[in-house]
């Protein structure tokens, strides 16, 4: 066995056990001047090149309505359902949580839910979609590469329905 | 010209021909949807825009909704107005369900001096109409689907699986609660149970109202009986195929043979 096969070995052998750095995700939610508002409902996932869902990072819905009556309006995040919402059980530990105000949220996303340490190098995007009742809808996409180690930081910035996106990988 | 009786219009509706332009359509408050126990009301009409209802209501007797499970699901809060009818159903359960309107029947075209008359009903009754010996009579067995999906969480294909009479829809590559704007969708259509081959279906984008060209695009089945649609805009769009073709003799009398299918199905933005 020569020393790179063993490095790959053992490189596979620590994937389970988990990453040792940190991924971060920020999303802004601008404030808007309009007469009825209602905080969006935000999703964001990491997708392939061919679009399918890789994993998801966070979903932000009304979770304190009576009778899980929020989640009737989850299929408005519209490609986060057509890909993988509408076949997922909600709640979804450590991604879905309650809506979030105006505002700029940073969040460490858990190696439980994301590990970069599993996710095979190559090209990836960082999709966040949001929706507002009463209002409008916004995709962003955030491309980046990911080769096993070297460090991920990617933003844009959202027109309408979201500010400030930003993803980062600190191995 | 048209004597507008209630049922010489929804028999011209149900003829298909393309001269008369009334349609026949169900559509449903949303297609797709999540949460639990979700309701979703229909509108269902026989008019000349889509999807406005402006002519005859679909009669609410026909209606059949069926759930994911195969199994009938009730039509609640049915009312069948004069040009409109309108009905809920509630989803209880993830998947997919059909609302559809299946309705077989004799109908008989004869001439009287320049105009020509029309009956339909049961063939049973065709005798007692004492229609034989009219000029240019001709009998015709219309058979009709007019049917639309709706999906709560994941769409499943259980009610798409062709009954096996007359022209039916069948899942290909796409769902008909799965359709974007930009993307191109295939579709299987079967005649009683098998692969339609070469059957030409025309597909209007609603809200024909305000446009002036119809907007309609044609294309035919293969081989297999597959065919494609692209969506350029997301919208409400309506698609039929009707297939005519002689059929022996009904009680002595020429007979032709009309089946047709229609649907309704959303597009969404990207």
Redesign the interface.
């Known amino acids: 066995m020569n020393k790179k096969t063993l490095l790959a070995l053992l490189t596979m052998l620590a994937s389970p056990t988990g990453f040792a750095g940190e991924v971060k995700l920020t999303i802004e939610i601008p404030r808007l001047e309009v007469a009825e508002y209602h905080r969006p409902y935000v999703a964001s996932w990491i997708q392939a090149p061919d679009g399918t869902v890789v994993k998801n990072l966070s979903v932000w819905y009304d979770t304190d309505m009576k009778?899980?009556?929020?989640?009737?309006?989850?299929?408005d995040i519209?490609?986060w359902?057509?890909k993988s919402?509408?076949?997922l059980k909600m709640p979804v530990d450590g991604v879905s949580g309650p809506t979030k105000p105006v505002g700029t949220h940073t969040s460490t996303v858990p190696v439980k839910v994301f590990d970069p340490a599993a996710l095979p190098a190559g090209d990836y995007e960082v999709v966040v979609e949001a929706s507002r009742e009463v209002g409008g809808r916004e995709m962003l996409r955030l491309p980046f590469k990911w080769d096993g180690h070297a460090a991920v930081d990617t933003a844009t910035q959202g027109k309408t329905e979201l500010g400030k996106i930003k993803f980062t990988i600190t191995p | 010209m048209f004597k507008k009786s209630l049922g010489v219009a929804a028999l011209l509706a149900l003829s298909s021909s393309p001269v008369l332009a009334h349609r026949f359509w169900i559509i449903p408050s949303t297609s797709v949807l999540s949460g639990e126990n979700a309701w979703v009301s229909f509108d269902a009409a026989i008019s000349n825009n889509l999807f406005f209802a402006n002519h005859v209501a679909a009669p609410l007797q026909s209606l059949i909704a069926t759930g994911p499970d195969g199994k009938a699901v009730e039509v609640q809060n049915g009312k069948e107005g004069k040009i409109r009818t309108t009905f809920d159903i509630e989803l209880t359960k993830p998947g997919t369900y059909k609302v559809a309107s299946v309705r077989s029947m004799l109908s008989a075209q004869w001439k009287e001096g320049e105009e020509t008359k029309r009956w339909r009903g049961p063939a049973a009754e065709f005798a007692k109409q004492n229609l034989k010996g009219k000029p240019e009579l001709k009998v015709f067995e219309n058979q009709t689907r007019v049917e639309t999906v709706v999906t709560s969480g994941e769409p499943s294909n259980e009610v798409l699986k062709p009954t096996g009479k007359g022209l039916e829809l069948v899942v290909d590559k796409n769902h008909p609660n799965d359709l974007f704007a930009g993307e191109k969708a295939s579709f299987g259509l079967a005649l009683n149970g098998k692969a339609a081959p070469n059957v030409k279906i025309t597909v209007v984008k609603g809200d024909d109202r305000y446009r002036n060209e119809p907007g309609e695009t044609e294309v035919t089945t293969n081989e297999n009986g597959i065919f494609e649609v692209s969506f350029s805009e997301p919208g409400r769009y309506w698609l039929n195929a009707t297939l005519e073709s002689e059929a022996g003799e009904f009680e002595g009398v020429p007979m032709g043979s009309r089946v047709s299918y229609t649907t309704t199905f959303e597009v969404l933005p990207e």
């Open positions: 009778d899980a009556e929020g989640e009737k309006w989850l299929k519209r490609q359902w057509r919402g509408r076949s």
